[in-house]
């Protein structure tokens, strides 16, 4: 299981099958999840492939529904790893209290599959993503853990064998304090050891899995990644079965880590024994944004790119969409940022989509 990306890449230097996701896992049984790498040599996907690293993107099921679109076309070729940006939280399959509908996760499993591509899963535990009955409902500790252990056994049954990696946890530590932050449903009902709990239940339902804990803004040395630092090493002093820590990477442009402090802060997981994936890269640009903005958009994704290639134990680099058509950036900024992606809103790739590929070729 622990072997580096380089000794996969020598294992699987004849048939490139399931290439990326054995190497960046170092699990061959995880091979069987990737079929065919990518087939156009010009993608991100294809150099990414040959590199072994995992490339992925959010994704939108209403925007899928023609596999002709720009939209399926980009998704397909560039990216050998998939994430639904909304439609596996809780709030989307569970939004009737025991009524669950697969039916956009589903969708975006099979075209995975059809693009042999890898999933990566978001998330089982969140303070927020819940649907209405959960977000306003005070709820004993007891049936608090029956949901959330009914939620966490159904979709890791369901997908398993299909995704390679889940985030358990998501946002867990908050600004105020250390450890665990007291807030939403599931915090509220069970207390803190509800993380130690969601973990060990995803492990038992998913045991090929890998699980991570997922937060933003521990990207650098801040507070809160001391903070999550701390707290990741007192779960797994006790034994909760995390592995990786995930960056959301939700940056804006001329606020990025500089990288040596960026790489540092990820050696400081990697020492704890974890791997690193970001899970939400994009890169924030300002209205009447320059050239020189564009340029240093660029710059900024293709450092955390070559972080990753740097970086064994850093294994996925996961963006949070692809075209500046549809992106959660203007409206969590209140429409002060915008244009954080690597395609256009035409389609067109921008300076970034250009300096990550020259990463990915080494060149
Ligand atoms: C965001 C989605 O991008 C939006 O479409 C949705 O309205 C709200 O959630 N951190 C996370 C993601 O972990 O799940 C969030 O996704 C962005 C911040």
């Given at each position: 299981?622990?072997?580096?990306?380089?000794?996969?890449?020598?294992?699987?230097?004849?048939?490139?099958?399931?290439?990326?996701?054995?190497?960046?896992?170092?699990?061959?049984?995880?091979?069987?999840?990737?079929?065919?790498?990518?087939?156009?040599?010009?993608?991100?996907?294809?150099?990414?492939?040959?590199?072994?690293?995992?490339?992925?993107?959010?994704?939108?099921?209403?925007?899928?529904?023609?596999?002709?679109?720009?939209?399926?076309?980009?998704?397909?070729?560039?990216?050998?790893?998939?994430?639904?940006?909304?439609?596996?939280?809780?709030?989307?399959?569970?939004?009737?209290?025991?009524?669950?509908?697969?039916?956009?996760?589903?969708?975006?499993?099979?075209?995975?599959?059809?693009?042999?591509?890898?999933?990566?899963?978001?998330?089982?535990?969140?303070?927020?993503?819940?649907?209405?009955?959960?977000?306003?409902?005070?709820?004993?500790?007891?049936?608090?853990?029956?949901i959330i252990h009914d939620y966490i056994f159904t979709m890791a049954t369901?997908?398993?064998?299909?995704?390679?990696a889940w985030d358990v946890l998501n946002e867990g530590i908050g600004d105020?304090?250390?450890?665990?932050?007291?807030?939403?449903?599931?915090?509220?009902?069970?207390?803190?050891?509800?993380?130690?709990?969601?973990?060990?239940?995803?492990?038992?339902?998913?045991?090929?899995?890998?699980?991570?804990?997922?937060?933003?803004?521990?990207?650098?040395?801040?507070?809160?990644?001391?903070?999550?630092?701390?707290?990741?090493?007192?779960?797994?002093?006790?034994?909760?079965?995390?592995?990786?820590?995930?960056?959301?990477?939700?940056?804006?442009?001329?606020?990025?880590?500089?990288?040596?402090?960026?790489?540092?802060?990820?050696?400081?997981?990697?020492?704890?024994?974890?791997?690193?994936?970001?899970?939400?890269?994009?890169?924030?640009?300002?209205?009447?944004?320059?050239?020189?903005?564009?340029?240093?958009?660029?710059?900024?994704?293709?450092?955390?790119?070559?972080?990753?290639?740097?970086?064994?134990?850093?294994?996925?680099?996961?963006?949070?969409?692809?075209?500046?058509?549809?992106?959660?950036?203007?409206?969590?900024?209140?429409?002060?940022?915008?244009?954080?992606?690597?395609?256009?809103?035409?389609?067109?790739?921008?300076?970034?989509?250009?300096?990550?590929?020259?990463?990915?070729?080494?060149?």
């Amino acid at each position: 299981m622990n072997m580096s990306r380089r000794d996969a890449l020598k294992l699987s230097a004849t048939g490139l099958a399931g290439a990326a996701l054995v190497q960046a896992t170092g699990c061959a049984s995880l091979g069987r999840l990737m079929g065919k790498p990518g087939q156009d040599p010009n993608s991100l996907r294809y150099l990414a492939d040959k590199r072994g690293l995992i490339v992925g993107s959010a994704c939108a099921w209403h925007l899928m529904q023609d596999e002709n679109s720009p939209y399926c076309d980009i998704l397909g070729r560039e990216f050998n790893c998939l994430v639904a940006e909304n439609e596996m939280k809780m709030e989307a399959t569970q939004a009737e209290r025991g009524k669950y509908n697969f039916t956009a996760a589903d969708g975006i499993m099979a075209f995975a599959a059809k693009h042999d591509m890898a999933v990566r899963a978001i998330p089982m535990v969140w303070h927020d993503g819940n649907p209405d009955w959960a977000m306003n409902a005070t709820f004993s500790r007891e049936e608090a853990l029956e949901i959330i252990h009914d939620y966490i056994f159904t979709m890791a049954t369901r997908y398993k064998g299909k995704i390679f990696a889940w985030d358990v946890l998501n946002e867990g530590i908050g600004d105020d304090g250390p450890g665990l932050q007291d807030k939403g449903p599931w915090f509220k009902a069970i207390g803190k050891d509800y993380a130690q709990i969601a973990y060990n239940w995803a492990r038992e339902a998913d045991p090929d899995a890998e699980l991570f804990y997922n937060d933003f803004y521990i990207n650098r040395f801040s507070v809160k990644a001391q903070r999550t630092l701390d707290w990741l090493k007192e779960e797994l002093d006790r034994g909760t079965p995390i592995d990786g820590v995930g960056l959301q990477y939700h940056i804006q442009v001329d606020n990025r880590p500089k990288m040596q402090e960026a790489t540092d802060n990820i050696k400081r997981f990697i020492d704890l024994g974890l791997k690193v994936h970001v899970t939400e890269l994009d890169v924030w640009l300002p209205k009447n944004y320059t050239q020189e903005h564009l340029q240093r958009q660029a710059e900024a994704y293709a450092e955390v790119y070559e972080m990753a290639l740097a970086i064994p134990e850093f294994t996925a680099v996961v963006v949070w969409g692809f075209t500046d058509l549809h992106s959660w950036v203007p409206y969590t900024s209140g429409h002060s940022y915008d244009d954080a992606l690597m395609f256009d809103r035409q389609f067109k790739p921008k300076p970034a989509y250009e300096a990550i590929r020259s990463v990915l070729r080494g060149s």
